[in-house]
């Protein structure tokens, strides 16, 4: 996923990571007192989410510097916030459940958790992507994962 270019890395990954905050621990994905379903996850609004997410998170006035310095374009990083927010709304929906199930069964959440992780979005049945270059960009993400465990077990196995 190419995004957020008139960033540094450091922004986009502070940004990203404040993104998925929101996502984890914010209302965004409830409704009524519930975990949204799968159809009203497809039809929220990623622009608007983007909005409401940039208008109502602190810690953000550097990137609202950037726009009114013109050094960012304002269009531009709302996209590039949606399209994120897309990315990882299945994610975030997928343990947003698990939790709320945890919760009525009284079941350990960490253990549901490890036992039904969240690997892409075909986990979340009828879960679509807005934003095509998603599909892509998750795939990508697993690969480089499984790289990493490949990596971390290689080096623990010749220790």
């Not at 940004?15 to 009524?32: E, Q």
């Not at 916030?81 to 990882?88: E, N, P, R, V």
């Not at 599909?135 to 690969?143: P, Q, V």
């Amino acid at each position: 996923m190419i995004r957020f270019n008139d960033l540094t890395i450091e922004e986009a990954r502070i940004l990203k990571r404040t993104i998925v905050n929101y996502l984890n621990f914010s209302p965004a994905l409830y409704v009524d007192n519930r975990v949204m379903t799968v159809e009203e996850i497809n039809a929220l609004n990623r622009d608007e989410m983007a909005r409401i997410f940039f208008d109502s998170q602190s810690g953000l006035e550097k990137y609202k510097d950037l726009i009114d310095q013109e050094l960012i374009n304002p269009d531009e990083l709302m996209d590039d916030i949606a399209c994120y927010i897309d990315l990882k709304i299945p994610k975030a929906w997928h343990f947003k459940t698990l939790k709320r199930k945890s919760i009525a069964s009284k079941k350990d959440y960490r253990k549901m958790a490890n036992e039904n992780p969240y690997i892409d979005i075909s986990i979340v049945p009828g879960a679509k992507f807005k934003y095509s270059e998603n599909y892509i960009a998750e795939k990508n993400i697993l690969r480089a994962s499984e790289q990493r465990a490949a990596q971390l077990t290689s080096v623990s196995v010749s220790s």
